[in-house]
């Protein structure tokens, strides 16, 4: 295992290049992905709410999941603020403060909400020095570290993720199935609808599914194996590339429903012309 000041080398050395362009690289590109994916997702959020035929359980669970994925790369903008503010490493106490409560509401309701806090909390709770442990914000340095990765919550964590992906993935072919031998009528407005709207959440969840288990698949191949990455900084950089492939899938909602939904496609074309009027018509006024 790796101790905490082996590791704190690796933070250290990347921290004392002069210029950081390791950290700010990888800073750079998770917060344009950031940008670009809150951007895509809130526009799936804001065409449901906009209209009226999408108000089905299909087209809300689109939203719920977009919604979720917008807090997801939010979480970047900390890697962003250490590196282009100069902060660079901060102690991994500093990310979850509320560790040693006691108080019953902290435990079952704001350690949940801020999901990040609890994921760093339970992967620290046989942790006794932890809490000094340097970290650059970025969100694969928890997944990266011995102290987190060798403890059994989370190989239940993993496991319960993997199988949580691949049975998302048999529900979806199963319902797949059902759909093609439903005795329907296949020419009905709401059934081919339906398919449509089935059609772009199977693309869905297959790219960002098949995001997470490709990253599941590189952890195990690539950033485990000691014959491609021997060191804890190659190791590092590597969870790096890993991460921004699944912010690639993360951010992908929108435009996959741009092109395989007439419906959307419509939808988004109406309300893009809606904000650049608006555009247009303040640069009008401005001048």
């Known amino acids: ?10 933070y250290l050395q990347l921290m004392k290049d002069r210029p ?22 809130f526009a799936v959020v ?9 108000n089905n359980s ?19 903008f900390l890697f962003a603020y250490n590196v282009f503010s100069g902060h660079d490493l901060m102690p991994c106490f500093v990310l979850f403060p509320l560790r040693n409560t006691k108080n019953i509401f902290v435990y079952g309701v704001i350690l949940p909400i801020v999901g990040t806090g609890g ?5 620290s709770l046989n942790s006794e020095s932890v809490g000094d442990l340097l970290n ?22 993993s496991a319960t993720v993997t199988f949580i992906l691949m049975g998302t993935v048999a529900i979806y072919v199963l319902l797949a199935i059902f759909l093609h031998f439903r005795k329907a009528q296949s020419n009905s407005n709401s059934h081919q609808f339906n398919l449509r709207i089935f059609r772009s959440l199977f693309t869905i969840v297959c790219v960002n599914v098949g995001g997470y288990l490709l990253f599941d698949i590189l952890y195990v191949t690539i950033i485990w194996n000691e014959a ?29 429903l741009y092109f ?20 247009k018509r303040n640069s009008v006024q401005s001048n």
């Open 1 to 10: 295992m790796v101790t905490n000041e082996t590791l704190n080398e690796v």
């Open 20 to 41: 950081r362009w390791t950290l700010i690289i990888f800073a750079s590109i998770y917060t344009i992905l950031a940008i670009f994916g809150i951007l895509m997702n």
């Open 46 to 54: 804001y065409v449901t709410i906009r209209t009226k035929h999408f």
């Open 58 to 76: 299909a087209n809300t669970l689109l939203a719920l999941y977009s919604f979720f994925e917008i807090v997801h790369q939010s979480g970047h």
């Open 119 to 123: 994921f760093l909390y339970v992967f």
């Open 136 to 157: 650059a914000g970025s969100m694969s340095d928890v997944a990266l570290d011995p102290h987190f990765s060798s403890n059994y919550a989370f190989k239940i964590y």
């Open 228 to 256: 491609i990455t021997p060191n804890l900084l190659t190791k590092w950089k590597w969870s790096q590339i890993v991460g921004i492939l699944l912010n690639v899938s993360a951010a992908s909602n929108a435009p996959i």
């Open 260 to 279: 395989t939904s007439q419906e959307y496609r419509k939808t988004f074309d109406k309300e893009l012309k809606v904000v650049v009027r608006i555009f």
